[in-house]
Structure formats: structure tokens, C-alpha cells
């Protein structure tokens, strides 16, 4: 398995539900690294285009104004 994966992930600051509590992603990425199986890939940010090539434009404006944007373009 493949897991891409970025530090920015880490910030969970963006969110405010449960699934997103401090410490959660740590354990998740601390489990699959001692797995040897598991390959994790440094994921880079993503070029604006490829966004817009998924995504509409009213899409992309309401995530820039939350506090996801950052953490979304990885």
C-alpha cells in the first residue's frame, strides 16, 4: 500500500469535529510506518490548475475562505 501524505496534515487547527483531534493523525501515521508493507510518499501542493481542472470556482472560493485552504491544496 500507498499512503501519500504531507506534514501539513498534522495541523488539525482547520477543523472542529472530533475526527480531527489533536493527536489522532499521529497515532494513525505512527501505526502505518511501523508496518513495513507500507510505502509513504511526501505529498507536494497541488498547482492551482489541477485544482480548477476538478473543482468549480464558487467550490475553490468558499474552501479559500475557511481555515481548510492551506491544508486542502496538499
Known amino acids: 500500500m500507498i499512503v501519500i501524505f504531507n506534514n501539513e496534515f498534522y495541523n488539525t487547527s ?3 469535529d472530533n475526527a480531527a483531534s489533536s493527536g489522532r493523525i499521529e497515532s494513525i ?4 510506518i511501523e508496518d ?6 511526501n ?3 497541488a498547482d492551482i490548475s489541477y485544482i480548477q481542472a476538478v473543482h468549480t470556482q464558487s467550490h475553490i472560493e468558499s474552501v479559500q475562505r475557511t481555515k481548510a485552504y492551506n491544508t486542502a491544496l496538499y
Do not use: H, K
Not at 513495513?36 to 510518499?41: E, T
Open 43 to 45: 505529498s507536494g501542493q
Open 36 to 41: 513495513n508493507s507500507i510505502q509513504i510518499i
Open 14 to 16: 482547520y477543523a472542529d
Open 29 to 32: 501515521m505512527n501505526a502505518l
